[in-house]
């Protein structure tokens, strides 16, 4: 088989193993995990497709701006995070929505 194929076969799990974590986990961070592994798998996409366009930069472009989005989200739902932690002493999604509506 292709090198490409093992890539974007690797990409597509990493994706899926991403999002099923995104349905199934309650935990806040255990979220945050999920999409990260969802924006790994595009980054590994970008980097594919892009090594095949020797003259091309755009997909190492695509892959430096997602890092950086991706640092600042990580930054962000942290500290959202922290502060649910602080106020409401659990971070499970489920237990913090019945505690708004009580």
Request: hydrophobic letters at 55%; aromatic letters at 10%.
């Amino acid at each position: 088989m292709d090198p490409v194929t093992y890539l974007l076969s690797i990409s597509a799990f990493l994706f899926c193993v991403g999002l099923a974590i995104v349905i199934t986990k309650k935990n806040a961070i255990l979220l945050l995990i999920g999409i990260e592994l969802m924006l790994n798998a595009a980054n590994l996409n970008f980097i594919v497709f892009s090594s095949y366009d020797v003259d091309a930069v755009q997909g190492q472009l695509f892959v430096l701006f997602i890092l950086v989005v991706t640092v600042c989200e990580v930054a962000i739902g942290l500290a959202i995070i922290l502060k649910i932690y602080q106020y409401y002493q659990t971070i499970d999604i489920d237990r913090i929505k019945r505690l708004k509506e009580e």
